[in-house]
T-cell receptor, first 114, second 117 residues
Framework: NAGVTQTPKFQVLKTGQSMTLQCAQD?????MSWYRQDPGMGLRLIHY???????DQGEVPNGYNVSRSTTEDFPLRLLSAAPSQTSVYFC?????????????FGSGTQLSVL | AQKITQTQPGMFVQEKEAVTLDCTYD???????LFWYKQPSSGEMIFLIY??????QNATEGRYSLNFQKARKSANLVISASQLGDSAMYFC??????????????FGSGTRLSIRP
């Protein structure tokens, strides 16, 4: 039972590079989201999706793109990495079918931008 | 716009004592859900408890209970008989709207709880 899988677990980028953080869930959840967590801080919502083909911005969307072509996958793209994007990134999913509709989290991606 | 506030950056509590972690929220939607998550030093996010805005009773899950005061817009987490393993960051979160499939979930800034032996 994989749940929410994020890859990679660690990544180092140089300023200006682009990359994609992968997120996949095998629970058929319609809701998926990306958060970033800076050291000692809370989670801030970057983008979220309520179903395939539907995405919307969260609290801190600038510098990031998302797409949702399938129910299972929700990749996060950094267009031109900046040191301010150094953070831990969490992907999470949920479903209206759950009793409390809690979020299931991936294990996180630690990203450093030099 | 929805907003979650946790005013206690850090707390120290003696083992076996009860502890209350504060959370206030702001929303204009009559339908919403409130969550508490625990994040130990390992970094994983662990779901603790959920309260729906229409739930008549306060939610409880083992040693965790949620003190839901709707009129005051507060959703404090109460941990009874604290244990050393309770040392962690604790986050309050809110979803506006009836279903997660239709609405975003945002988090507070967290409270770092440290249990003293």
């Amino acid at each position: 039972n994989a749940g929410v899988t994020q890859t990679p677990k660690f990544q180092v980028l140089k300023t200006g590079q682009s990359m994609t953080l992968q997120c996949a869930q095998d629970m058929n959840h319609e809701y998926m989201s990306w958060y970033r967590q800076d050291p000692g801080m809370g989670l801030r919502l970057i983008h979220y999706s309520v179903g395939a083909g539907i995405t919307d911005q969260g609290e801190v969307p600038n510098g990031y793109n998302v797409s949702r072509s399938t129910t299972e996958d929700f990749p996060l793209r950094l267009l031109s990495a900046a040191p301010s994007q150094t953070s831990v990134y969490f992907c999470a999913s949920s479903s209206r079918g759950l009793t409390n509709e809690k979020l299931f989290f991936g294990s996180g991606t630690q990203l450093s931008v030099l | 716009a929805q907003k979650i506030t946790q005013t206690q950056p850090g707390m120290f509590v003696q083992e076996k004592e009860a502890v209350t972690l504060d959370c206030t929220y702001d929303t204009s939607d009559p339908s919403y859900g409130l969550f508490w998550y625990k994040q130990p030093s390992s970094g994983e996010m662990i779901f603790l408890i959920y309260q729906g805005s229409y739930d008549q009773q306060n939610a409880t899950e083992g040693r965790y209970s949620l003190n839901f005061q709707k009129a005051r817009k507060s959703a404090n987490l109460v941990i009874s008989a604290s244990q050393l393993g309770d040392s962690a960051m604790y986050f309050c979160a809110m979803r506006e709207g009836r279903y997660s499939s239709a609405s975003k979930i945002i988090f507070g800034s967290g409270t770092r709880l440290s249990i003293r032996p």
